[in-house]
């Protein structure tokens, strides 16, 4: 019996006017499987990332997520991306709102939660982020770490089936990165599906059941960690972590 993998890509094509971003791309991300995707900027990565819940659409081929394929538009693609839960590099929460309401905003208005349990469900979720203390105050008023931390409880908020990372600590400052890869790390190890845009090398290692190495908009390696940084089979991805690792 073959399981429906959560997010199945196959021939996935997509230009920028002349930019070729996506060349032919085939990737399939099995249930509870955390895939970290790397590589140089410009390779493809984050359009990759986005195609997933359609904020790109995509110029051919297929994007399935648990064996749905993506709607073109409409409520159909709302509910789907409702299953799809996305971080940005940017906190995007709304400034006029605490972070206890971002957090419930979308299960109340979306999920049609009454707002008794949105609010216990959200509390639940800032405690395990670790920032519950924070619940009534804006995002103004919290670190860029803790802004992160409450994004990813608003997109565990609506249950998803799927979390989409894309480069979600590279904008916070070097101290606060740790705090938000916990989180991510934690929610690796409860089997969440993850697909993760990161430069974060120690977290592809520590966190990771595949590496997926993009360059020039193909992907080009896709191993376990331990075999992509000791033994990557490209040029292209040694040039890579040679960059990276002997600085």
Request: hydrophobic content about 40%; charged content about 25%; aromatic content about 4%.
């Amino acid at each position: 019996m073959t399981t429906t993998p959560m997010i199945r890509m196959a021939s996935v094509d997509k230009h920028f006017g002349e930019l070729h971003v996506l060349r032919d791309i085939n990737l399939e991300v099995e249930t509870g499987q955390v895939v970290v995707v790397l590589g140089p900027s410009g390779s493809g990565k984050s359009t990759l990332c986005r195609t997933i819940n359609r904020l790109e659409p995509i110029d051919s081929g297929t994007i399935e997520v648990d064996g749905e394929r993506l709607p073109e538009e409409g409520k159909a693609l709302a509910a789907l991306r409702a299953d799809v839960g996305m971080v940005f590099q940017s906190f995007n929460l709304f400034a006029h709102k605490t972070i206890l309401e971002n957090v419930t905003l979308g299960p109340v208005k979306v999920r049609r939660t009454n707002k008794a349990e949105a609010d216990k469900n959200g509390l639940a979720l800032l405690e395990r982020v670790g920032i519950a203390n924070q619940k009534d105050k804006y995002p103004a008023q919290l670190s860029g770490g803790q802004q992160q931390r409450a994004a990813i409880a608003r997109a565990l908020a609506m249950k998803p089936k799927v979390m989409l990372f894309d480069e979600p600590t590279s904008a916070l400052d070097p101290e606060m990165v740790q705090e938000v890869l916990d989180v991510m790390t934690t929610l690796a190890g409860e089997g969440m599906t993850m697909l993760v845009v990161t430069h974060e090398m120690g977290f592809a290692r520590r966190a990771a059941n595949r590496v997926v190495f993009m360059s020039d908009g193909e992907i080009v390696e896709d191993a376990a960690p331990e075999t992509f940084f000791s033994n990557p089979t490209s040029d292209r991805a040694k040039d890579f972590l040679g960059k990276i690792l002997t600085h």
